[in-house]
């Protein structure tokens, strides 16, 4: 597939994909989705990829939202294809066996703050900002917002911006745990690229199973989640990584894990 909206480059074992309709502030449209979709498949199905890096380009925005022009005449029949889009990407990132982080260089608001909701890991630039505004274009959060954002911040902070469409600033997102880590807007981009090469080298298997755990246990009762993770676990020690790293362990160096 050919993107118009997106940019890709991958290598030592780290995608890169830069959201990139400047004109619109990285505003996301059907388009830009199926791309997203089609680019994370990719990724997905590329095992030399393990971590997947999702940034906006220019230095203004990370993603401004779902594309307003397009969406501003749309009927429930319209908009509900476009929700479940949305939702299926941003399900697909969420679960995926890879690592995605979100390095958020700008503008993350409604379908930009759901998209890095969506990553395992934020970092942010100082001038980021945060925010689910739907409210005041008289819609909600249609990409997981309301249900993402609750489980990671909490109810109360996640009715407040909900409720409000109050934007926050990067520091405050650091505050209430929406983002893991904020960074000079000019060092972003190689902060994040550093972290992730650190995480290239781990046992796949193991990243797998510990996002499986985490995905599919933190809605279960606690009883079923525990037996989640136990099967898990378990699972790991079917691969010649565990045996490695153990080994490795017990003879005092560095594991070299082969991804089986
Ligand atoms: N959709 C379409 N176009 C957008 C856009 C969006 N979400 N956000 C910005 N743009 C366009 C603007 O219309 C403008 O285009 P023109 O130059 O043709 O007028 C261009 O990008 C630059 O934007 P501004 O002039 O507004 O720039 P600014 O610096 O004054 O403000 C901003 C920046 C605060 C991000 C402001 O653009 C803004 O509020 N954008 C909309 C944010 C928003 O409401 N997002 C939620 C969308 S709904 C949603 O996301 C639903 C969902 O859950 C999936």
């Known amino acids: 597939m050919t993107y118009n909206n997106l940019l890709f480059e991958s290598g030592e074992g780290i995608a890169t994909v830069t959201f990139n309709r400047p004109k619109a502030l990285n505003a996301m449209n059907p388009e830009t989705a199926r791309e997203l979709k089609d680019v994370i498949t990719k990724c997905i199905n590329d095992e030399n990829i393990k971590v997947v890096i999702l940034t906006g380009a220019g230095d203004k925005a990370f993603v401004a939202g779902a594309d307003i022009v397009t969406m501003q005449n749309n009927q429930p029949s319209q908009s509900l294809p476009f929700m479940e889009q949305g939702h299926e990407v941003m399900r697909l990132i969420e679960t995926m066996p890879k690592i995605a982080i979100a390095a958020v260089n700008g503008f993350a608001l409604g379908g930009g703050t759901e998209i890095s909701l969506a990553c395992d890991i934020r970092f942010a630039s100082e001038n980021?900002?945060?925010?689910?505004?739907?409210?005041?274009?008289?819609?909600?959060?249609?990409?997981?917002?309301?249900?993402?954002?609750?489980?990671?911040?909490?109810?109360?902070?996640?009715?407040?911006?909900?409720?409000?469409?109050t934007q926050i600033d990067a520091k405050r997102a650091y505050e209430i745990g929406l983002v893991n880590r904020v960074c000079p807007a000019a060092e972003l981009l190689?902060?994040?690229?550093?972290?992730?090469?650190?995480?290239?080298?781990?046992?796949?298997?193991?990243?797998?199973?510990?996002?499986?755990?985490?995905?599919?246990?933190?809605?279960?009762?606690?009883?079923?989640?525990?037996?989640?993770?136990?099967?898990?676990?378990?699972?790991?020690?079917?691969?010649?990584?565990?045996?490695?790293?153990?080994?490795?362990?017990?003879?005092?160096?560095?594991?070299?894990?082969v991804g089986q």
């Open 190 to 257: 190689a902060e994040v690229r550093k972290f992730a090469l650190k995480l290239v080298s781990l046992p796949p298997f193991a990243v797998k199973m510990a996002k499986y755990s985490m995905n599919f246990g933190y809605d279960l009762a606690l009883d079923n989640a525990t037996r989640l993770e136990i099967q898990c676990c378990a699972q790991c020690f079917s691969t010649k990584d565990q045996k490695e790293g153990m080994k490795a362990f017990l003879e005092k160096r560095k594991a070299v894990f």
């Open 128 to 165: 980021a900002k945060f925010g689910l505004p739907e409210i005041l274009l008289g819609i909600i959060p249609g990409w997981g917002g309301t249900q993402r954002l609750p489980r990671l911040v909490g109810m109360g902070i996640a009715k407040e911006m909900i409720l409000s469409g």
